[in-house]
């Protein structure tokens, strides 16, 4: 089994909770923000810190100015070159972690969600890339 690793540097913007398209690869949506520079595995609290958007929630009273960030729709974002083997049969895409309720698009194309952060999320995408 060969395994890519796409944790590191990935890029995101946020929208309000909705209002967010995928149109050509692209996000699009009235008022969107961004992008800013992500880490993956990560939090959009602590990319939002590192971009000076917000200030560290768990110090003092700063989580009751963080709580605009609930009300958006997160898009995470990431370009990577894969080569496929003969020997693949079968590619998936595995998180380790996704928060709550997720999409995941693969070159611009739907290809599965998830709902529980509590479970690794493993979506099946040969007829994708294959």
Same mark, same amino acid.
């Given at each position: 089994?060969?395994t890519t690793w796409l944790d590191g540097d ?11 398209? +995928? ?82 698009? +693969? $070159? ?6 998830? $709902? $529980? ?14």
């Amino acid at each position: 089994m060969d395994t890519t690793w796409l944790d590191g540097d990935w890029s995101v913007c946020w929208c309000k909770t909705g209002s967010g398209t +995928l149109r050509n690869g692209s996000v699009h949506a009235r008022g969107l923000k961004g992008p800013v520079r992500a880490k993956v595995p990560g939090e959009v609290h602590w990319d939002l810190v590192r971009a000076g958007i917000i200030k560290e929630p768990l110090t003092g009273l700063n989580a009751k100015s963080c709580r605009w960030v609930e009300e958006y729709e997160w898009w995470y974002r990431r370009e990577f070159f894969w080569k496929p083997q003969p020997l693949h049969k079968r590619v998936e895409l595995v998180f380790d972690g996704l928060d709550t309720t997720a999409d995941v698009y +693969l $070159n611009g194309r739907f290809v599965g969600s998830h $709902n $529980n952060c509590f479970t690794p999320c493993r979506i099946d995408i040969t007829g994708h890339i294959l």
